[in-house]
C-alpha cells in the first residue's frame, strides 16, 4: 500500500497526491503551491484532511493516501488507500445529483446536501480502490 512521505505532492500527470496514514501524531504540511492554489494537508492514521485556498476539499476517517487526485469542472476522480474502511467526505457543488463510481463499477447516484457534502464509504485493504464521481 502507498503513502506520500512528504505529505502532498504534483504528479508529472499534473494531478495531486497527498496523505500517509501510518503516522502516529497529526503532522500537517501548509503553503504548498499547485496550479496557482495554496493547499494544506493535515494526515495521520486517524484522519486525512485537504484544503485548497482554505477551503474544504476532502477529508477521510480514518486516515488514508491519495494519489492521482484531479478536480475538473464535471468530475472528481482519484486513487484512494488505508488500512481499512473509510470514510470519504468531497466538497462539491450544493444540491446537485452525481454518480459515484469505484474501480469503474457504478454505485450509484447521490446528491449532495445544501453544504455541497458527499460522502462515500470505501472498503480499503490490500488494494487501492479507484474513485470517481461524476456530476449527472
Do not use: C
Not at 468530475?75 to 484512494?80: A, E, R, T, Y
Not at 466538497?91 to 457534502?117: F, Q, R, W
Amino acid at each position: 500500500m502507498t503513502v506520500v512521505k512528504e505529505l502532498i505532492r504534483s504528479e508529472l500527470d499534473g494531478t495531486l497526491s497527498f496523505g500517509n496514514y501510518t503516522l502516529d501524531t497529526k503532522t500537517k504540511k501548509d503553503g504548498f503551491e499547485f496550479q496557482g492554489d495554496i493547499y494544506k494537508v493535515k494526515t495521520f492514521k486517524e484522519i486525512t484532511k485537504l484544503e485548497k485556498n482554505g477551503m474544504f476539499v476532502y477529508e477521510s476517517v480514518p486516515g488514508t493516501a491519495v494519489e492521482h487526485f484531479e478536480v475538473s469542472e464535471d468530475v472528481i476522480s482519484f486513487k484512494v488507500s488505508g488500512t481499512g474502511d473509510a470514510q470519504i467526505t468531497l466538497e462539491l457543488e450544493p444540491d446537485t445529483d452525481y454518480i459515484v463510481y469505484m474501480n469503474d463499477m457504478n454505485v450509484g447516484d447521490m446528491k449532495t446536501n445544501l453544504s455541497a457534502k458527499l460522502s462515500v464509504s470505501a472498503e480499503l485493504g490490500k488494494e487501492s480502490v479507484e474513485i470517481k464521481v461524476v456530476r449527472k
